[in-house]
Each structure stands twice: as C-alpha cells, then as structure tokens.
C-alpha cells in the first residue's frame, strides 16, 4: 500500500470521527482514484484499500444512536430564545439553534471566534471555551462574560456552559441580549402611540443603558430625556421602571408568538394528518394544494419533504393536491411492523392512504434521491401508479458512472467500485454522518457551490426551515432507512425501471450542478417510448424553488394530459 493510501484511510478515519474533516478526505479520495485509475494494476490498489478498510469500518459506521443523538440536540438547542450555539473544545461549531441563522450569518464547521462580538478585557471566546471544556470545569459550570455587538455599542451578555458532544469536551455559548426586533419596536410604539423619540429611548433602555448614557448618545439633555421617559411610562401604565422593562420585554416575546403563528399562516394551503393504521401503526401523511384538485402522490426524501408557501399557491392555483406520504421510519410514521419488508409496508401505507382518499390511482412525484423510489412503488402498486414524474431527480447509478457529478461528497460515492463494499460502506457512512452533523442548509451550500442561483435559492429562510425538516424527518428514526435509501440510488436498477412499466417525465434544470442534464437525456434516449424530458433553461437543481409557477404548470398539464400532448409538450421545449 502506499503512503497516499495509508494517508487516505486515516482521513477516513478521522472523517467517521470528526465531521469537519469530511471535505478533506472527500477531496484526497477523488485524488488517490485518479492516480489509481492511471495505472495498469489499478483493481489491485484499489483490493489494498478495500481490506484496510475492512479493517476499520467500525470506526466511521455512523449509527442510529449517533444520528438520533444529533437530532436531538438540535431540537433541544432550538427551545431556547436566544441564539445558542454548541462549540467543540477546539472551537468548532458542531451545533446551533435555528435563532442563529435569524440573528448571524455562521454555520455548522465554522469556529466560535467568527462570531461578531467583541469580549471586554480582549478576551477570546475561543479562549474562553477552551477554558470551560477543560477538566478543571465540572459540567454545568457557567461562566459569564460581557461583550459589545462588533461594529456597534450594543452590549450582550455570553453564558458559555460546559456540556458534551459525544464522548467529547464541549460548551454552551448563550447570547443573551435584550435587544428589540424592529417589529418589537413598531408594535410598542403603534400600540401605546409613542413619538419616535420616545421609541428609540424605550429601546435603549430596554438595552440596558442609563437615562444620561441616552441623553448622551442623543445629544440631547438629560432634563428632555427624562421627560421624554416619564411620557413613555404614562403612555404605557408603568408606574415604575422595572414595570416598564416588564411589559416591554413582555411585547417583544409576543411578538415572537405571533411570529411563529404567522408561520403556519403563511401555509394555508397546507393540512398535516397522521392515519392510523393495523396494530396502531401511525402513517405521516401531508396534503398542499386544491384539495378538489387533481391528485399527485409525492414520496419524501431527505432534501424534500414540504415545500415552501409559494410552491403550495401554485400547486393550488394549478388545481393539483400534492399528497405527501412519509414511508416507514420517517417522519412521524412509525416503523413496519417486526418481519414485515419496508418495502413492502410502504407500498402497503400508501395503498391505504389512497384507499382512504377514494383514489384509485394517481401519478407519483419524487424529488432529488427519490427515483428508485418512485420505480420501485409503480412496480409495486401497478395499479394504483398511473405515471412518474420526475423533478430534478437523479438517474439511475449507471448514467452517473458515465456522466459524474458536481457535487464533491456524492462524486466521492460514485468512485468506488460496486465489488469494493468496504469502501463504499466507509465513504457512504462518513457522508451522511456528516450531513446529519453538519445540517441540509450546509450540505447542501457545498453540493451546489457550482452554480450560484442553486446556492442563493437554498440559502433563502423559507427554504432553508424546509431543508432542515426533511433531514430531521428522514432521520427522525436514525440512520437505518436513509442508508439503504442512498445505497440503492447507486445501483443499476434497470431491472426495476422496466418493471414499473408506466410512462416517466422528466422536469430538470439544464445548469443542475448535482445531477447533470446529460445524464438525464442519456436516460431518456435509451427509454424513448417511457420516458420525456422536459429541460427548463437557466435552472438548476433547486428548478422547483426557482421556477416555481413554470415546473408547477408543467407538472400539472402532465399529469392530466393524453400521452400524445405530452410528448406535443415536450417537442415545443
């Protein structure tokens, strides 16, 4: 074995063990193929690899203990108001609550020290964490520092708490700030009817500065403030000062209430529902759009589950009603049944859901991974699987072998031989380890960093809540599904793909960096009687969030057409 070899497997090792060092290894592997692959003896280099990775896949296995673990802290750390963050003893943030994204613009991988805060006395909060995750620390010791906003006289405080992450030294870090929300603010001054004056004093003092420290940064004297105070304080009922810090931080966490309330009524043309099933089993089911409308069958994956607001308008002005079924161990749906095929369960879930909605058969939307998936159950239910439609979806393994993607952690998968099972195993495990640590909206920045709009698009709050909420659902059960999931996503499924039998479109983006438009028509040429492809110009792979009201009409007029338009529509294209 060579030392590149040898190298190698330690970064994969240390990759299964330390998420952060996955884009590392991901790019040493892609180097070590190549120079394998350049040479005349490669199956031998490549057999070498393969029994020392034999050897040490139990140390990046990832496990559903692990990935359950991971979710959890993320729920735990998004109960709390204030932007949270858990930082490894090096520095590393290898957790964070969804305030941060409100409030900083810092991810997952990225250190505690990016955080714009300065500490008084030039202390580190790097330092500072290094510190509290030593052994000298007992876990639960707190300790407490004031800082200022970088850039701006905005004081904070930090409460840095020692924790664990694993079996590894971590801490807590806390930013607890009393600072008004713009919409806080405007709420307070529309309600009681405050002058802007008197607003912005209510504001720093609500921040913690002093009637004269106001007076001034105000410019104004110390007299004028004082009866600017003692205004505000009348307006609002506040016969003292600490009455009127009570009702105005009172607001500003009602405004965090109606806030999330405004988030569930931004979907009205969403309805969650869980279907009882034999033996008490619960079936996770999800509708958008017209419920009068024209059914569509939608099979979630780790990247897509529900959509953003914009998406679920459109799919009600077109008349469709997407119908999300969460497969078993995903979501809320429980587990099959002990000796029950999931496949199998899934098929038989869905059969129960359409049977409950008076469909008798419908076309199945999958998104991203979800095309095995979608063969799969129109070979199952034949019946009851009137078509497939396909949105940014991936070809089967083979056209990927032939064609790579631009996605570094996925291509990493697709350099391995199907014989060389270890391998597969080790890079497979170590990749969803880290998107589970990491988070979809990370992940996914790196996967698509080959084309801008791709990023931007994911980068956006309303889809970046979704992202999150696909991963956690997929994972909710640990890692068993999404695993085998992924596995068979590499695999030649032809087989199934002529099993299935129904008619197939295809809606792709031509700039789609994960899953390159070329291997798509490749597909499409050895299928020409099966299959359509539909190409939208300028799109990517996130062609549905982008090009919402042009894939939507598309979906629609496939779904309800005669064959023979179809194939008129994708002619004109």
Not at 18 to 34: A, I, L
Not at 444 to 466: C, F, R, W, Y
Request: glycine share 6%; proline share 4%; hydrophobic share 40%.
């Amino acid at each position: 074995m060579t030392n590149s070899d040898s190298t190698l497997l330690s970064m994969l090792g240390r990759a299964g063990k330390d998420p952060h060092s996955h884009h590392e290894w991901v790019c040493g592997w892609r180097k070590v193929y190549d120079e394998l692959s350049e040479i005349p003896d490669a199956s031998l280099g490549f057999s070498e690899i393969e029994n020392a990775a034999i050897g040490s896949i139990s140390n990046v296995q990832v496990s559903d203990t692990h990935a359950h673990l991971s979710c959890e802290v993320r729920r735990m750390l998004n109960t709390f108001k204030h932007p949270t963050f858990l930082v490894e003893s090096d520095g590393h943030i290898s957790a964070q609550n969804a305030m941060v994204g409100v409030t900083y613009d810092l991810n997952i991988g990225d250190r505690i020290s990016d955080l714009p805060v300065t500490l008084k006395l030039s202390e580190s909060v790097e330092d500072i964490v290094k510190q509290v995750t030593s052994s000298r620390f007992s876990k639960g010791d707190a300790v407490f520092k004031q800082a200022l906003s970088r850039g701006s006289t905005h004081e904070l405080t930090l409460a840095i708490i020692k924790s664990k992450q694993g079996e590894r030294a971590a801490a807590l870090v806390f930013i607890i700030s009393s600072q008004f929300s713009v919409k806080a603010a405007k709420l307070v001054q529309n309600n009681y009817k405050l002058t802007t004056a008197e607003c912005q004093i209510l504001i720093s003092f609500v921040e913690g500065y002093s009637l004269k420290e106001i007076a001034d940064v105000r410019a104004r004297s110390y007299a004028t403030v004082r009866t600017q105070f003692n205004s505000l304080m009348t307006k609002m009922g506040a016969h003292n000062q600490a009455a009127l810090l009570r009702t105005a931080l009172s607001l500003s966490d009602f405004n965090t209430e109606v806030e999330k309330l405004s988030t569930v009524l931004a979907h009205p043309f969403r309805r969650a529902a869980n279907i009882m099933r034999e033996g008490g089993r619960m079936v996770d089911v999800c509708f958008c759009g017209d419920p009068a409308g024209t059914p569509l069958l939608h099979i979630p994956t780790a990247a897509a589950n529900r959509f953003n607001s914009n998406v679920e308008e459109a799919l009600f002005k077109s008349g469709l009603y997407l119908i999300t079924v969460c497969p078993p161990a995903h979501g809320l749906t429980d587990p099959q049944p002990s000796g029950v095929d999931r496949r199998q369960c899934k098929a038989e879930d869905i059969e129960a859901v359409l049977d409950m909605l008076n469909i008798d058969n419908c076309p199945v939307m999958v998104t991203s991974a979800g095309t095995y998936g979608a063969f799969d159950l129109a070979a199952s239910l034949p019946e009851r699987i009137s078509q497939i439609l396909l949105v940014a979806a991936s070809p089967p393994g083979t056209y990927w072998s032939q064609y790579g993607t631009g996605a570094p952690w996925v291509d990493a998968i697709f350099r391995v031989d199907e014989k060389f099972t270890a391998v597969r195993r080790i890079v497979g495990a170590a990749n969803l380890k880290a998107l589970v640590t990491v988070g979809s909206k990370q992940y996914h920045k790196i996967q698509l960093a080959g084309n801008s709009k791709d990023v931007e698009t994911v980068m956006k709050p309303e889809n970046v809540v979704e992202l999150e909420y696909a991963l956690e659902s997929a994972t909710s059960f640990g890692m068993g599904s999404i695993l085998e999931d992924i596995r068979v996503l590499f695999t030649d499924y032809s087989e199934k793909i002529s099993s299935s039998g129904c008619k197939v479109s295809i809606i792709h983006g031509e700039k789609d960096p994960m899953f390159p438009v070329e291997a798509m028509r490749s597909f499409q040429a050895d299928y020409p009687d099966r299959v359509d492809l539909v190409e939208i110009q300028d799109a990517g792979f996130t062609v549905l969030l982008s090009h919402t009201e042009e894939v939507v009409k598309l979906l629609s007029v496939i779904a309800t057409a005669p064959t023979a338009d179809r194939r008129a529509l994708s002619a004109d294209r």
